[in-house]
């Protein structure tokens, strides 16, 4: 157990839902990182948040979009779903020992558009 | 952006032997991390490694940071059948977002 949790596990929603996927760091955790899993692209970064404020952004849709509020818990926003958006969506949360940061990842949701 | 090339795909071995794994990249990272995922979880970082020629070893796993700092090797001796999965390596970026590989998918036969 990472200590990271993620809600739900799995969810099933139709082309043009809109949905919103939870993630809670690891205590004390700052940092905040949202990993999109797909068969055709892999593993892929989309955004990082930092103690509430977005500071990286990677291959992220303009369809989506997130946040992440005082208590640190991280929601990201998935809007006019695809059928292509179908995935694993992932957030991992950091902790930087010795000047080194290494991310710890959450179960997952695994999101079927359908 | 950067790329690693990670290899072999998938590897379908027999319980006991030894497992070789590398990953490779057009750029340098001053980091390189190796991932296992299990069906259904996350990933779970097994090993770090931090400087160029560094060798680390967790248990029956080894990874080394080769000395160009492009690329890098896991291994694992006398696999188990727990050892199946996905092998991911992974290298961060300036932001520390990381970039994965691939993946190497792992079956042992029993």
């Known amino acids: 157990d990472s200590g990271v949790t993620q809600t739900p596990k799995h969810l099933i929603t139709a082309t043009g839902q809109r949905v919103t996927l939870r993630c809670s760091p690891r205590?004390?955790?700052?940092?905040v990182y949202w990993y999109q899993q797909s068969l055709d692209q892999g593993l892929q970064f989309l955004i990082q948040y930092y103690n509430g404020e977005e500071r990286a952004k990677g291959n992220i849709l303009e369809r989506f979009s997130a946040q992440q509020f005082p208590d640190l818990h991280s929601e990201l926003n998935l809007s006019s779903l695809e059928l292509g958006d179908s995935a694993l969506y992932f957030c991992?949360?950091?902790?930087?020992?010795?000047?080194?940061?290494?991310?710890?990842f959450g179960p997952g949701t695994r999101l079927l558009v359908l | 952006g950067q790329q690693l090339n990670q290899s072999p795909q998938s590897m379908f071995i027999q319980e006991g032997e030894d497992v070789s794994m590398n990953c490779t990249s057009s750029?340098?990272?001053?980091?390189w991390l190796w991932y296992k995922q299990d069906p259904g979880e996350g990933p779970v970082l097994l090993i770090a490694?931090?400087?160029?020629?560094e060798l680390t070893s967790n248990g029956r796993l080894t990874a080394q940071f080769g000395i160009t700092r492009k690329d890098s090797f896991l291994n694992i001796s006398a696999s188990i059948p727990s050892d199946v999965g996905i092998y991911f390596c992974?290298?961060?970026?300036?932001?520390?977002?990381?970039?994965f590989g691939g993946g190497t998918r792992l079956m042992v036969k029993p």
């Open positions: 205590s004390g955790d700052l940092s």
């Open positions: 750029s340098i990272f001053n980091t």
């Open positions: 992974a290298g961060p970026n300036a932001g520390n977002m990381l970039t």
């Open positions: 991992a949360s950091s902790v930087t020992d010795g000047g080194y940061e290494t991310q710890y």
């Open positions: 490694l931090y400087k160029a020629g």
